[in-house]
């Protein structure tokens, strides 16, 4: 296994293992310092959901900020797995994990969310998959955030107000149009 360190707030420093899967990318340092710069490092009463969470370092990091639900869902069983542990070991009761489909909860949840993090396995189509069921989760004042290969300047009802580059990761941060 290899690890993953959160960068800011309650659970600042603390390292978590990440299981071994085919394709898993940690979100760099740099790149999560500059998210939660823009989102604000208080995510007080916020609900958060990391899809296709992977490594969950975006929703451990939002919980350590503040964040009052993460929900965060993976379908490999080995990244899940850890996920659970990562979530055992920080004593994280604010974080929820599900094993399943992006595309089966995005359909069937009920929850509206404040804060998504979008990141799912680079050049397998998943954002334009996700896209058009993202409006019916998302509070009226959401942020999306969405990680890429590219650059991406507008996502369905979404457009980019923010975003950067570092090595191969393209981040954005959008909000709704209809806004």
């Excluded at 007080?44 to 899809?51: E, K, S, V």
């Excluded at 995005?106 to 998959?129: A, C, H, M, N």
């Excluded at 993202?134 to 975003?163: F, N």
């Amino acid at each position: 296994m290899s690890r993953v360190r959160i960068v800011g707030g309650e659970w600042r420093s603390r390292l978590l293992d990440v299981a071994r899967v085919p394709g898993l990318r940690p979100t760099p340092d740099r790149v999560r310092e500059t998210l939660f710069n823009w989102l604000g490092q208080d995510l007080d009463g916020l609900n958060c959901l990391d899809l296709f969470a992977g490594t969950g370092i975006l929703g451990f990091e939002a919980a350590s900020r503040g964040a009052e639900k993460v929900t965060m869902v993976e379908y490999d069983p080995r990244a899940f797995g850890a996920l659970k542990q990562a979530a055992e070991t920080l004593r994280a009761s604010q974080v929820e994990i599900i094993r399943g489909d992006a595309v089966k909860f995005l359909q069937s949840t009920p929850r509206k969310f404040d804060v998504v993090f979008l990141d799912p396995p680079y050049r397998q189509g998943w954002i334009e998959r996700v896209a058009p069921l993202i409006d019916r989760i998302m509070q009226p004042d959401g942020w999306l955030y969405v990680e890429s290969e590219s650059t991406v300047t507008h996502l369905g009802g979404w457009q980019t107000v923010k975003q950067g580059h570092a090595g191969q990761v393209h981040f954005h941060l959008m909000q709704g149009t209809q806004k």
